[in-house]
């Protein structure tokens, strides 16, 4: 896919990173030996955000770790 015809833009890819940058220096410092789960963390709530994070968490820990 060409850069014109992407449905995301570069401005969109660097917004998106500069809050994820800015969040976790202000909130957390930024360390460098957990900066793989900042990241998973940023994705988990950008993709389930809204007013059912909730069900989605504890969808995610019956998937992961299911009773048996």
């Known amino acids: 896919m060409s850069a014109s015809t ?3 833009s570069t401005q969109t890819v660097e917004t998106t990173w500069q809050k994820f ?3 976790h220096k ?3 410092g930024t360390h460098r ?3 793989r789960s900042y990241i998973s963390d940023f994705v988990w709530r950008r993709k389930f955000k809204g007013v059912d994070i909730m069900f ?3 969808l995610q820990i019956v998937l992961l ?3 048996e």
């Open 6 to 8: 992407s449905p995301i």
């Open 21 to 23: 940058k800015l969040r």
């Open 26 to 28: 202000y909130e957390y």
């Open 33 to 35: 030996s957990v900066f």
């Open 56 to 58: 989605h968490l504890w």
């Open 65 to 67: 770790y299911a009773c």
